[in-house]
């Protein structure tokens, strides 16, 4: 069965630290990869996704992804957290059909 | 993008009763999906809803306990019936344009 697995529930960074969060998915065929962001008290918002193209993605506030198809894998960067980078971040992959699977989450807090 | 709202924002409840959840999209959609956020936890498909036609449920969710109405193309309602302390959560409404998934703001049930 498809499933997206994020390597870290829990991470804790001081703020300028870099960060990478790891997400990697099972699915042989062509996907389109999501991370998603959910900052305390607010809904779900898209940051950044891979459709096709150029496998290096830049999101919104200074989010980037990198797609490597041979790892499975689509991890989130940033070369410098802020304090208001502090939320939980999703990753998902669409298949087609009509379902978006989604990764467990991974909360990171932004120490200032 | 999708502009979704939802009715209520967020409730508490008492157990053996239910609640309905409204969300209105702000363009026609064929298909809306539900999700649960339970705490500490990452989005579980409850179901999809087409208009016209009647929901699709995951393995786990009975049409009993969640009943769905679809009546057009923008709206959607979702029941938690008969409900537990269990079936506090959050509840989200998403769309999908294209690829994308968009998710309304949520509701937020507290079942006493």
């Known amino acids: 069965a498809q499933s997206v697995s994020q390597h870290n529930h829990h991470v804790i960074l001081s703020e300028a630290a870099s960060l990478e969060l790891g997400c990697n998915y099972s699915?042989?065929?062509?996907?389109?990869l999501f991370w998603y962001v959910q900052y305390p008290g607010q809904h779900l918002q898209l940051l950044l996704k891979?459709?096709?193209?150029?496998?290096l993605v830049k999101g919104i506030k200074g989010f980037e992804a990198e797609f490597i198809k041979s790892k499975f894998s689509f991890n989130l960067r940033k070369p410098s957290v802020q304090w208001s980078d502090t939320a939980e971040y999703f990753c998902?992959?669409?298949?087609?059909?009509?379902?978006?699977?989604f990764g467990a989450g991974t909360r990171l807090f932004v120490k200032a | 993008s999708a502009v979704i709202s939802q009715k209520p924002s967020r409730d508490i409840c008492q157990r053996g009763t239910s609640l309905t959840i409204q969300c209105q999209v702000d363009?026609?959609?064929?298909?809306m999906f539900w999700y649960r956020q339970q705490p500490g936890q990452s989005l579980t498909l409850i179901a999809t809803?087409?208009?016209?036609?009647?929901?699709?449920?995951e393995s786990g969710f009975v049409i009993d306990k969640f009943p769905i109405s679809r009546p057009n193309l923008t709206f959607s309602t979702l029941t938690v019936s008969n409900m537990s302390p269990e079936d506090s959560s959050i509840y989200l409404c998403?769309?999908?344009?294209?690829?994308?998934?968009?998710f309304g703001p949520g509701t937020r049930l507290l079942v006493l």
């Open positions: 998403s769309v999908r344009r294209g690829e994308t998934q968009y």
């Open positions: 699915y042989g065929g062509t996907v389109n």
């Open positions: 891979y459709f096709s193209g150029d496998p």
């Open positions: 998902a992959v669409y298949t087609g059909g009509f379902k978006t699977i």
């Open positions: 363009s026609q959609v064929t298909m």
């Open positions: 809803a087409n208009q016209g036609s009647e929901a699709t449920y």
